[in-house]
T-cell receptor, first 111, second 113 residues
Framework: DQQVKQNSPSLSVQEGRISILNCDYTNSMFDYFLWYKKYPAEGPTFLISISSIKDKNEDGRFTVFLNKSAKHLSLHIVPSQPGDSAVYFCAASVSGSRLTFGEGTQLTVNP | KAGVTQTPRYLIKTRGQQVTLSCSPISGHRSVSWYQQTPGQGLQFLFEYFSETQRNKGNFPGRFSGRQFSNSRSEMNVSTLELGDSALYLC????????????FGSGTRLTVV
């Protein structure tokens, strides 16, 4: 039972444009959501998070949006840079318990 | 400060053997979690330890086990290795509850032949 799903295995955008990565979840008990970025041969690194009491959180070029009624979150990267090319994972937890991850989306930013 | 350290980085084992992977968390972090990453499967949760106690366990067979020592270092063991156990094994640590964010190590790439 895949409780967190990232339906797009890959996304390609031009440098300077917006990247939008999407994530859907089924467990309505999830109350904390995170995005991680992963380069090959490295562990995932934390990017940004959001609590279910909010619908938006920003950190520099990264913004996460949460739509609880649709059980959907998205990560916006503006402007996209070639160094952003990596696999992006969304993750969710219930009251700080273990993280449940999606399958990941490979983002490629073309110069 | 030093990050999460996993050893070894790469490992090749034969089917039927057993393997032990090691993880040293960030100093002061008492929670250690383990994940398995295989192509197309994302990160699958194995188990979480806090102060030497297993706090949470994922849906993996009993061949997968782990433990945490008093200095918070953790090991995971896989017995009777199968080809399907080939994966990147990631360890992550956090100061408190892991669900609010972990710091990951670089992983151990296990290949079973």
């Amino acid at each position: 039972d895949q409780q967190v799903k990232q339906n797009s295995p890959s996304l390609s955008v031009q440098e300077g444009r917006i990247s939008i990565l999407n994530c859907d979840y089924t467990n309505s008990m999830f109350d904390y959501f995170l995005w991680y970025k992963k380069y090959p041969a490295e562990g995932p690194t934390f990017l940004i998070s959001i609590s279910s009491i909010k619908d938006k959180n920003e950190d520099g070029r990264f913004t996460v949006f949460l739509n609880k009624s649709a059980k959907h979150l998205s990560l916006h990267i503006v402007p996209s840079q070639p160094g952003d090319s990596a696999v992006y994972f969304c993750a969710a937890s219930v009251s700080g318990s273990r993280l449940t991850f999606g399958e990941g989306t490979q983002l490629t930013v073309n110069p | 400060k030093a990050g999460v350290t996993q050893t070894p980085r790469y490992l090749i084992k034969t089917r039927g053997q057993q393997v032990t992977l090691s993880c040293s968390p960030i100093s002061g972090h008492r929670s250690v979690s383990w994940y398995q990453q295989t192509p197309g499967q994302g990160l699958q949760f194995l188990f979480e330890y806090f102060s030497e106690t297993q706090r949470n366990k994922g849906n993996f067979p009993g061949r997968f086990s782990g433990r945490q020592f008093s200095n918070s270092r953790s090991e995971m063991n896989v017995s009777t290795l199968e080809l399907g156990d080939s994966a990147l094994y990631l360890c992550a640590s956090s100061a408190g509850q892991g669900g609010y964010g972990y710091t990951f190590g670089s992983g151990t790439r296990l290949t079973v032949v």
